[in-house]
């Protein structure tokens, strides 16, 4: 059973950065489509950023387009989202998952797909004015 363990949550105000890290058992390349997924309180789990395991073909959800990237180190067995100008509704649980028979359908975006089989536990983050 593949392990995934997000760090790199945390506090920030407005307009501030984060690097998410998400570090995984197995080597990106097992699996087909690697992504982040966000749940704000009260909200659906919603994918925001996804992935080719190959490290090609990133898709993101419109509300955080040129703001968040989203990146492979197969060395290091690790998926990053790295974000910026980061906004109130930003704010949320983030988890990282994995796909290991699907491709990265555009589809995904902005929903929490059964195709991502392997979930971390999250990393939390909040965002103050």
């Known amino acids: 059973q593949v392990q995934l363990m997000e760090s790199g949550g945390g506090s920030v105000k407005v307009g501030g950065s984060l690097k998410l890290s998400c570090t995984m058992s197995e080597p990106s390349v097992t699996w087909y489509c690697l992504g982040w997924f966000r749940q704000a309180p009260g909200k659906e789990r919603a994918g925001i950023a996804i992935?080719?395991?190959?490290?090609?073909?990133?898709k993101y959800l419109d509300a955080v387009k040129g703001r968040f990237t989203i990146s492979i180190d197969d060395a290091k067995n690790t998926l990053y989202l790295e974000m910026r100008s980061l906004k109130p509704e930003d704010a949320g649980m983030y988890y990282c998952a994995l796909a290991p028979r699907y491709t990265c359908w555009a589809s995904y975006i902005g929903k929490a797909p059964k195709d991502f089989e392997f979930w971390g536990q999250g990393t939390q983050v909040t965002v103050s004015t």
């Open positions: 992935i080719e395991e190959d490290g090609t073909d990133a």
